[in-house]
């Protein structure tokens, strides 16, 4: 056990050759999934650990403070951090919390709508993809004051790790944990239909094994526009410029390469229609189509192995994003899950701090949070999972220690315009599914409003 630990405190050094931590698409594949239901903050349960670390800024005062704080995730997700938010509470009593969790699909056009209209909550939980978007609007608290003061202790967490979440040597957005793009497969699934899953397959592979599952089980494969940023990867391109004014390509073949596997898909019969993905959506939990084995596979996050496999109440497996046979780089990487920033225009900027310290850094806290947002970056928290990992949660910390001894760095941070660009590719999607358009029209069509959006968003 005391060498898979060491192993991941590497794994946190090879993040120094990353610019930032994100997904590399700019769809739902490799997002966070989350169920339908939220909790409120008077629903808590009340924790049972001390925490060993939390800090003093919010004792100065008996001045009663309530602090707003969102976040997407899952209902497990919802549970624990409302615990440590308890938790905190208890150690400061003149501090409580106001929640504001959600699913995946809503939650930044809601905080796009908070920010607009000057309401953002004191705490935010940030996806790498935004964080260009956040501090280019001046809109996130620059933590690099309360490290220089002693609020937030980042002496245990790696340069790397803190340069994720960093602009101009300031840190404004503290990575909370690391995982790495999954496909999880439905082991029950697999061995009925007599196939093997490689540790990594080539889309050939992914294919031909999608086939052979459908015919032998009738269980069909689910895939969509996220792999569409590995395949750049696998290019050895990134998805946007450095500048963020165009795409990574001179043209549009890595869109039409996609377009054509979704038509091939549809057209064979083995990929779950459209209509099915209406009622089972596959970034909610409880109703993605690998729960009841409508499909035999997803791709999400390494983080979220744990819950989709309680939540379907099976062992799951997992292995490596397809690739290309000629690829010239391995699509793995190493990622930040989340970061925790903070408005900047909280009331109490040293209290945020404070406890976005106490959330990262305390052990006791983290025994709560028990790594469902990703493997700590704290190494004093890494190394106190050493004895009380399950079996599911080594399971996770192996697939990392694997992942490390092949990932490349992952893509600087995605530009101005990505989240509309992946909302036009989703509905791409959608269309070529239904066949209401061609592959070939979908890749000219966001290939040309996309490097219009990008060239508007970032253009000088």
């Known amino acids: 056990m005391k060498r898979k630990i060491s192993l991941l405190l590497t794994a946190l050094l090879l993040v120094s050759c990353i610019t930032g931590c994100g997904n590399a698409g700019t769809s739902n594949s490799g997002k966070e999934v989350t169920p339908t239901s939220t909790v ?19 004792d100065a005062s008996d001045e009663q403070i309530t602090l707003r704080m969102s976040w997407w995730g899952n209902q497990t997700r919802n549970d624990l951090t409302i615990q440590v938010l308890d938790l905190y509470t208890q150690l400061h009593p003149n501090v409580t919390f106001e929640t504001e969790p959600s699913d995946w699909s809503g939650y930044f056009d809601k905080l796009a709508t908070q920010a607009a209209t000057g309401s953002m909550p004191d705490i935010i939980q940030q996806d790498y993809g935004q964080l260009s978007t956040y501090y280019d609007k001046n809109l996130m608290l620059n933590l690099q004051p ?43 699934t697999i061995q009925a239909a007599g196939v093997t899953i ?5 889309y050939q592979e992914f294919f031909a094994i999608s086939k052979t599952i459908f015919e032998k089980t009738g269980v069909q494969t689910y895939f969509d526009s996220g792999l569409i940023g590995m395949m750049y990867r696998g290019e050895g391109l990134t998805m946007y410029s450095a500048d963020g004014t165009s795409f990574g390509s001179e043209d549009d073949s890595i869109f039409l390469d996609y377009f054509t596997m979704v038509k091939q898909a549809m057209d064979e019969g083995w990929h779950v229609s459209p209509e099915v993905l209406v009622e089972k959506d596959p970034n909610i939990v409880e109703t993605m189509p690998l729960i009841d084995q409508t ?7 390494s983080n979220q192995y744990t819950t989709i496999s309680n939540t379907a109440g099976r062992d799951l497996g997992m292995s490596m994003f397809p690739c290309k ?13 989340q ?13 945020v701090a404070d406890f976005i310290n106490f959330f990262v850094t305390s052990v006791d806290a983290n025994k709560i949070l028990n790594g469902e947002r990703g493997v700590p970056v704290d190494s004093a928290v890494l190394a106190s999972f050493s004895d009380r990992l399950t079996p599911q949660e080594q399971e996770v910390f192996d697939f990392i220690d694997k992942i490390n001894e092949v990932a490349t760095p992952m893509d600087p941070p995605t530009p101005s315009g990505s989240s509309e660009i992946g909302t036009l590719l989703n509905d791409l999607t959608e269309q070529v599914r239904y066949g209401l358009i061609t592959p070939e029209d979908a890749a000219e069509q966001v290939f040309t409003e996309g490097n219009d959006i990008l060239m508007g968003e970032n253009g000088q």
């Open 325 to 337: 046979e000629d690829d010239v780089q391995q699509v793995q990487y190493l990622k930040s899950s």
């Open 339 to 351: 970061f925790l920033t903070a408005s900047a225009t909280t009331e109490y900027p040293e209290v």
């Open 40 to 58: 409120a903050s008077d629903s808590a349960t009340t924790p049972t650990a001390a925490a060993d670390t939390a800090g003093n800024a919010s």
């Open 198 to 202: 490689p540790e990594q397959m080539t």
């Open 146 to 188: 309360y490290i220089e003061s002693g609020v937030i202790d980042t002496s245990r967490i790696s340069g790397a790790v803190l340069a994720s979440g960093s602009f101009n040597e300031d840190l404004y957005a503290m990575c909370i944990g690391l995982n790495t793009p999954v496909l999880l497969y439905d082991k029950e």
């Open 295 to 301: 499909t035999w596979n997803s791709f999400t996050n």
